[in-house]
């Protein structure tokens, strides 16, 4: 009976550890966009168009990412806004949610489907 639940904690262990091990081995591109479909997908879109299906109960729709206006913001503009969310917006924070880490493969992932553009100062 305990080696039985033993064998089962160790199985568990192994499957964790292997999930683990093939997260890290992905890019930062895929690690992102894996934590995209999990926490913003639903309400920036699929394209990152700002059209997920939460879109529509939102008063302010959520960003689009591929505007002009979104694109000429800086990486620390939008780690800003991950992190600390927007007030009273549908935007909430989630700098006790996602690591540092995390919020940086968010931003590999959404520039390389939205790229940045720079502006002339
Ligand atoms: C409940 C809906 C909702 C969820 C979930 C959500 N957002 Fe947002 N997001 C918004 C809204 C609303 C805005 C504000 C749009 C505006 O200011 O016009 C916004 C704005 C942003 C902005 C600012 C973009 C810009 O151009 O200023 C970023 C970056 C962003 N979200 C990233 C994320 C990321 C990354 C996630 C997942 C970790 C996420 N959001 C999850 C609704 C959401």
């Known amino acids: 009976m305990t080696t039985k639940i033993l064998i089962g904690a160790m199985f568990a262990l192994i499957l964790t550890s292997a999930g683990a091990l093939a997260e890290s081995r992905l890019s930062t591109t895929d690690r992102g966009q894996?934590?995209?479909?999990?926490?913003?997908?639903?309400?920036?879109?699929?394209?990152?168009?700002?059209?997920?299906?939460?879109?529509?109960?939102?008063?302010?729709?959520?960003?689009?990412?591929?505007?002009?206006l979104s694109r000429m913001k800086d990486d620390a503009e939008l780690e800003k806004t991950i992190?600390?969310?927007?007030?009273?917006?549908?935007?909430?924070?989630?700098?006790?949610?996602?690591?540092?880490?995390?919020?940086?493969?968010?931003i590999a992932y959404i520039r390389s489907a939205a790229p940045s553009v720079k502006v002339k100062p």
């Open 34 to 68: 894996r934590i995209y479909q999990r926490n913003c997908l639903h309400c920036h879109g699929v394209t990152l168009d700002g059209k997920g299906p939460t879109a529509a109960s939102l008063s302010v729709p959520p960003a689009n990412f591929h505007t002009y």
């Open 83 to 106: 992190k600390q969310g927007k007030r009273f917006l549908g935007m909430h924070n989630w700098e006790d949610t996602l690591t540092d880490e995390q919020v940086h493969d968010l």
